[in-house]
């Protein structure tokens, strides 16, 4: 690895430097106003793996704010209502029941569309508030009856006594600092379930690249996670691991803790075994040098089809397949019309017209559904590439 100097100090300790792992790169929305630069590295003191981030933390809360994809995802993890959302929250109101009454005060931090307080008001719960950065998000809960969901922590209407934070510390700045936030503005007895992507396991998946959100700017294990639950003020009473969908992935995807408020929790850690597991193990690229090399063999025009993150990052890390692309497609009305290097991304429903083309899939949960679409549209199987 190489000694690497941050623009963004170390989330855990403070530290300016360390080392890089990869430099990773985004190909991202023209009008999000973000350069998708976005180094993997590893502070030199605790070890903790992060994303070093040049725009600073304003530019980042004001891509939270003004991001609607939230708001139209049907995905999981998007606080929607959907039968997989639900699914994860029975699992979670089974773990938290012991902890839990209808009197209770309940914050859900990064609520989204405020699914999991929709499925607790259901089931007789009453004092219910969320926290979501995106303005979207807000304003379409803000049409249920009932609930209240507020931007800042400061603007919460009382002191919480159970306190959910679901996916949310990978995607913050300061993640430290905004968990002493809600520490301090919790009640002295508050419960806290807090967990996050378990990013000990990643080399396990069957794309590890595709991990790499470029939302997700901090990286736990198990020690790193349990050193920033503590340095913010925090006791742990369980740790444990599980799937991010009941019944789907691995058991060791996701790492939770249930917690409560102790003063004086320090913990000083030094552990560079993440980065050393990502540093000897990720492949250098995302797509492989022989699928490079066959897609710029083509003398055909290149689609390509499905605007993930992920995609992203492969258009960010391969300028050489970014540079003959021809055209964008998503199903996504958060996506389409916007545009990746002057691109306007178009409906996927267009495709039908572009059957001589050469079109490139990253792999995805729909990839299968997104294959049988192209037989239908006339595509055969040396019309397409899934990378």
Not at 138 to 155: K, M, N, P, T, Y
């Amino acid at each position: 690895m190489e000694k690497f100097l941050f623009h963004r100090p170390c989330p855990l300790c403070g530290t300016a430097q360390g080392w890089l792992i990869r430099p990773l790169r985004y190909a991202l929305f023209d009008d999000l106003g973000l350069s998708g630069v976005s180094p993997l590295v590893a502070c030199s003191s605790c070890g903790f793996v992060f994303n070093d981030l040049s725009e600073g933390s304003e530019a980042l809360a004001a891509y939270y704010r003004g991001n609607d994809h939230y708001s139209v995802s049907t995905t999981a993890g998007s606080g929607g209502s959907t039968p997989v959302e639900c699914a994860r929250y029975e699992r979670l109101l089974e773990r938290l029941d012991e902890w839990l009454d209808p009197t209770q005060t309940i914050l859900d931090v990064g609520c989204g569309k405020a699914g999991l307080l929709l499925y607790l008001r259901d089931r007789g719960y009453s004092s219910l508030f969320g926290l979501e950065a995106s303005n979207a998000c807000r304003d379409f809960v803000g049409s249920i009856a009932g609930l209240s969901v507020v931007e800042r922590i400061e603007q919460l209407p009382e002191a919480p006594s159970v306190v959910v934070v679901s996916h949310v510390l990978e995607h913050l700045y300061d993640p430290l600092s905004f968990l002493r936030e809600i520490v301090s503005a919790s009640d002295p007895d508050a419960i806290f379930y807090i967990e996050v992507p378990n990013t000990a396991v990643l080399l396990d998946a069957v794309i590890p690249w595709s991990w790499f959100y470029f939302e997700h700017i901090n990286h736990f294990d198990r020690s790193h996670f349990l050193a920033m639950i503590q340095k913010a003020g925090l006791a742990p009473m369980a740790v444990d691991t599980w799937s991010f969908q009941p019944g789907e992935g691995s058991e060791m995807d996701c790492l939770y803790v249930l917690c409560q408020r102790e003063e004086n929790v320090e913990n000083n850690i030094s552990d560079s075994g993440l980065a050393m597991y990502l540093a000897n193990g990720l492949p250098v690229q995302p797509v492989s040098g022989d699928q490079i090399a066959e897609i710029l063999s083509t003398n055909r025009d290149l689609l390509l089809w499905g605007l993930s993150q992920y995609a992203m990052l492969i258009l960010g890390m391969h300028p050489e397949i970014l540079e003959r692309l021809k055209g964008l497609f998503d199903v996504s009305s958060a996506k389409i019309g916007r545009k990746i290097r002057g691109i306007e991304i178009r409906s996927s429903a267009n495709l039908i017209n572009f059957n001589e083309k050469f079109i490139l899939i990253p792999k995805s949960i729909y990839t299968a559904d997104m294959i049988c679409q192209l037989m239908k549209y006339d595509y055969n199987n040396n019309s397409y590439l899934v990378i």
